[in-house]
């Protein structure tokens, strides 16, 4: 079983910054990617960023140069810094995690999601 616990949603004003952080735990034996994705009212959720085991990293078009993807040294904690932020980046963000729990058997998890407003 793998949990994952989020936080750090919230609102802010158009311009402003939010860090969102995504804790892994349970009984993983490796992580292949960990990834923010976000789902708007009447909207499909949608790939923000991830970043892989050997730290690749892709984003979506909408965030390049504002939202930076990160993980701890633990590779089992991973943050999405938000800086510059729109009205239309207002959503619910939701933390995905992949990996291995034991041979064989792979694992692809969701946080419970956080809500981050913001306002123009």
């Known amino acids: 079983q793998v949990q994952l616990v989020e936080s750090g949603g919230g609102l802010v004003q158009a311009g402003g910054s939010l860090r969102l952080s995504c804790a892994a735990s349970?009984?993983?034996?490796?992580?292949?990617?960990m990834g923010w994705y976000r789902q708007a009212p009447g909207n499909q959720r949608e790939l923000v960023a991830r970043?892989?085991?050997?730290?690749?990293?892709n984003y979506a078009d909408s965030v390049k140069g504002r939202f930076t993807i990160s993980r701890d040294n633990a590779k089992t904690t991973v943050y999405l810094q938000m800086n510059s932020l729109k009205p239309e980046d207002t959503a619910v963000y939701y933390c995905?995690?992949?990996?291995?729990?034991?041979?064989?058997?792979?694992?692809?998890?969701w946080g419970q999601g956080t809500q981050v407003t913001v306002s123009s």
């Open positions: 995905n995690v992949a990996g291995v729990i034991g041979p064989n058997r792979s694992f692809s998890s």
């Open positions: 349970g009984s993983i034996f490796s992580i292949n990617t």
């Open positions: 970043i892989t085991s050997i730290d690749t990293t």
